[in-house]
């Protein structure tokens, strides 16, 4: 008796409907910002899987990154709009107990530097996601008692209506997304950037690309130099990944910059050439070569055609090991170079993708469903 009066003139003054909304904010705008960039929110659920040592969902982790996202912003929605509000409030408690404590075990054991709470928009570290959390479990938990006496079912017609709106809206955002590119661009490689311009200062790097292959017999991983051509053998080597020697630091930054943009073949840092073309070039941008489809040379054949019209250039920028620095694409013959995987993941959100540049400034980027070509 005496919990339900205590309950009954909390609910009566604006505590509650104060936490409510606050939670609600929090979840939209995180949801929304990881929701549109599933690229990146992908790469971010890998690298909490292989933390958590959840290796076999891998397989799924782009599907897992979308759902996750689209429901912490669906129930952002359902809160701000008073939606279900006893089972909402059941399942904010329940997430911010397990990120509560998950932020804490990640502060505390694993050198993660960025939570991934905000996606692009706002870096924040283990530490202090984890104090975020911890003020707002007790405002969940204070929503959740608040509402113990509403029903879990059924459904109003209104309530109905707007869940369906919310899951589906929510979802297919987070698909077109991923299959497109984010609808906001919130990373440094954005259209309008001037890359000439910013790194006209920048003095070239001495960095050497490593190429990591496991011998197919032995299973013993090797490194190679770019230009060693023993590694060429298929029948013997299978390729891995490449490193790069002098920019290991660069690599595994969190805080990507436009400093980061640095293209370089089996010579060294060619970035300053590269951008210094006049007119457009086309920069094709693959993350790694192994996993081109039909459709994705067929698009990029048309538009290297189409390039050839019109007198435009055409180069290739890849995290893969290329031999030569060139790659071969429906009969022409590319100029490829290659790029740090982190720096390349944060310039294109897509496994292949188009940027236009008109005299080193980015005019537009798409991904590959999106190459339209003018006949």
């Given amino acids: 008796m005496l919990n339900q009066d205590f309950r009954r003139k909390l609910k009566a003054t604006k505590i509650p409907d104060v936490c409510r909304y606050v ?4 979840f939209i705008i995180s949801g929304f910002v990881k929701t549109i960039d599933p690229w990146g929110t992908t790469l971010k659920m890998q690298e909490y899987l292989m933390m958590l040592g959840l290796d076999f ?19 952002g929605c359902m809160l701000m709009f008073r939606v279900r509000l006893r089972l909402i409030s059941v399942f904010s408690v329940v997430s911010m107990t397990v990120f509560t404590f998950l932020t804490l075990y990640m502060a505390i054991y694993t050198p993660i530097e960025d939570c991934g709470c905000f ?22 938990a204070i929503m959740w008692w608040t509402e113990r006496d509403r029903r879990f079912f059924p459904f109003t017609m209104r309530e109905g209506v707007l869940t369906l709106v919310f899951m589906f809206g929510s979802g297919l955002l987070g698909v077109y997304c991923y299959r497109h590119l984010p609808i906001i661009d919130l990373l440094p490689f954005k259209e309008g950037v001037n890359l000439r311009a910013e790194l006209a200062d920048k003095e070239p790097e001495e960095i050497k690309t490593i190429v990591k292959c496991k011998n197919l017999q032995s299973g013993e991983v090797v490194n190679f130099a770019m230009d060693d051509p023993t590694w060429y053998d298929t029948e013997v080597w299978e390729f891995v990944d490449t490193w790069v020697e002098g920019a290991t630091k660069r690599s595994r930054s969190v805080d990507i910059t436009i400093n980061d943009f640095v293209l370089f ?3 060294g840092d060619v970035t300053a050439s590269v951008l210094a073309d006049e007119g457009t070039t086309y920069l094709l ?6 996993k081109l489809n039909e459709r994705i040379y067929r698009k990029f054949t048309e538009l290297i055609e189409y390039a050839e019209s ?17 790659l071969h694409i429906g009969g022409y013959d590319v100029p490829c170079y290659n790029m740090d995987d982190s720096a390349l993941n944060i310039l294109m959100r897509s496994k292949a993708g188009v940027i236009t540049l008109y005299d080193g400034v980015i005019q537009d980027k798409c991904s590959f469903r999106d190459i339209k070509v003018k006949k």
């Fill in 310 to 326: 019109q007198g435009n250039k055409v180069a290739c920028v890849t995290a893969s090991a290329v031999e030569d620095n060139v």
């Fill in 285 to 290: 941008c693959i993350q790694t070569t192994d």
């Fill in 119 to 140: 996606g692009a928009a706002i870096k924040l570290t283990p530490w202090q996601s984890f104090f975020k959390n911890l003020i707002l479990w007790p405002m969940s």
């Fill in 23 to 26: 939670i609600a904010v929090i």
């Fill in 265 to 267: 073949d089996n010579y």
């Fill in 57 to 75: 969902l891998l397989g799924c982790k782009e599907a897992l990154a979308i759902w996750l996202c689209a429901a912490e912003m669906m129930m």
